[in-house]
């Protein structure tokens, strides 16, 4: 493990990548340099279950970086680009083909090495569409954009006999996980070894896939915005198992 007994394992996360233009306060002369950014609660959901969030520009070797990492997060995003999976985009899909390449090298390289990954959102779909899969382009009645990410938006069935639904049993209510919904995509077509393990109550949309021999999970709710994060399961499997 890279990361010692007292610090924690060190979980990498990438982020977003924007030019200082596009953000408001920086001088003019910062216009054209670029910035990685990343929301906080993905690495306070990762401290918070005892492990070192690590973040990952867009330059590092996937290869390279992986051998020092324990563990990997794929978060949320803008959408997987539809070529990936054979498709022409809808009119609704944004894409950034080079987050898209650095991710995919990134999950195949952590993969490669036997790393557990958890993913978050567009997390899941990079997984799914990695290993051969399809999505579902635009699925309007999940964006709930609008709503604080704080908030619920609907159920969540969990498979109780995965390793998932084992995970999460002791936080469903009335057999179902309440979950907010910060999407538009969603899981169509499985890709290889995937298991899906969570459908949302209302449409049987997929919402959880597994594959617990590889050690990968992922999850379409954003968990580390929810109020339950500090004590997520889902943070607490990823660092636990980087541990190992």
């Not at 049993?169 to 077509?189: T, Y």
């Not at 021999?213 to 499997?237: C, G, Y």
Request: aromatic share 8%.
């Amino acid at each position: 493990m890279s990361g010692t007994a007292t610090a924690g394992p060190l979980i990498g996360i990438p982020g977003y990548r924007y030019k200082a233009k596009d953000l408001s306060g920086w001088f003019d002369s910062y216009a054209e340099l670029n910035l990685e950014v990343f929301f906080e609660d993905y690495a306070l959901g990762v401290m918070e279950a005892g492990g070192l969030p690590v973040m990952l520009p867009r330059e590092v070797s996937p290869e390279r970086i992986v051998q020092r990492l324990d563990g990997l997060v794929l978060p949320g995003g803008p959408d997987v680009d539809p070529a990936r999976y054979n498709q022409e985009r809808h009119e609704e899909a944004m894409v950034d083909e080079g987050r898209d390449e650095f991710e995919f090298q990134l999950f195949e390289a952590a993969r490669a090495a036997g790393k557990p990954i958890l993913g978050i959102c567009r997390g899941l779909q990079v997984i799914n569409v990695s290993l051969g899969g399809t999505l579902h382009q635009h699925l309007p009645a999940h964006a709930k954009f609008e709503q604080n990410p704080a908030d619920s938006a609907h159920g969540v069935r969990i498979e109780p006999s995965s390793a998932m639904g084992q995970l999460l049993s002791d936080n469903l209510f009335d057999g179902e996980l309440p979950v907010n919904s910060l999407h538009h995509q969603a899981v169509d077509q499985l890709g290889e070894g995937l298991r899906a393990v969570g459908w949302a109550s209302d449409d049987d949309v997929i919402e959880a896939i597994e594959n617990p021999d590889e050690r990968i999970m992922a999850v379409q709710w954003h968990n580390e915005k929810l109020p339950t994060r500090s004590e997520d399961p889902l943070f607490s499997w990823i660092v636990s198992e980087s541990r190992a």
